[in-house]
């Protein structure tokens, strides 16, 4: 039986704009289940950013429940949040958000100073393939190689989930290409939670798991019973 780690039920995200209510997620319910590589997929204004944002600790829903390991997190107090956020759950985003005026090491370390249980920061930085420019500035890296630092980043906190939103958007193909080959090694050797959320339909070829989304619902959730490796995505 697979053990569920995180889990909504019926989810809803509404925002006022002046007189209009939109609604930016609609009664959403799924379960991730723990080491699976799940793809969250939909168009822009589908609503998986919202969810992302919901899942992370870093907004609050308009109704419903979210639940990690167990625990709701939507009871959570603002300082229960913040804990949840420096704990619990990894993140990467698509412009990187990494600190110009820190190396590519110190910006992973700055993560690890505010984590319960970090990882071996040099051991990370081997793992994503920065070993030999963990002493490099932003300015001294590629697009690629920035974002490897944030995934770095996100991994040597030690979450209990990696929650990635669009990672590959601002890569061209080869780079875009590496970054998966690296959040599919995070999964399967180092054994996190890896939830993806994209708009690129190729993507979801290598994942456990794919829910789609349209106009804040969800619109299907499937398994892939044969992911494709991430060497194999073409788009």
């Known amino acids: 039986m697979k053990n569920v780690i995180l889990r909504t039920e019926n989810l809803s995200k509404s925002y006022q704009m002046g007189e209009i209510e939109v ?24 609503g998986k950013s919202t969810l ?22 939507t009871d959570y107090s603002e300082k229960q949040l913040t804990e949840y956020r420096r704990g619990k759950v990894g993140f990467v985003f698509q412009f990187y958000n990494i600190m110009a005026s820190l190396t590519a090491e110190e910006n992973v370390e700055l993560a690890t100073e505010i984590a319960d249980d970090p990882l071996d920061i040099s051991e990370v930085m081997n793992d994503v393939g920065l070993g030999e420019r963990r002493n490099h500035f932003p300015s ?14 996100a991994v040597a906190k030690n979450p209990d989930i990696l929650l990635c939103d669009e990672p590959t958007g601002a890569l061209d193909y080869a780079s875009g290409v590496s970054i998966l080959v690296l959040l599919k090694k995070v999964n399967r050797e180092l054994g996190k939670t890896v939830v993806v959320i994209t708009h ?5 070829d290598m994942a456990d798991r794919v829910i789609r989304m ?10 892939n019973a044969e992911p494709l490796p991430p060497e194999r995505i073409m788009w």
């Open 140 to 153: 001294q890296l590629s697009g690629g190689e920035q974002q490897r630092v944030s995934i770095a980043r």
């Open 200 to 204: 690129n339909i190729a993507i979801a």
């Open 23 to 46: 609604k930016a997620l609609v009664n959403t319910s799924f379960e991730v289940y723990e080491g699976e590589f799940m793809v969250i997929l939909g168009p822009s204004g589908s």
């Open 214 to 223: 349209r106009s804040g619902e969800i619109t299907e959730i499937h398994d």
């Open 52 to 73: 992302l944002n919901l899942l992370g600790g870093m907004d609050t829903p308009s109704s419903g429940h979210i639940f990690m390991r167990g625990d709701e997190i």
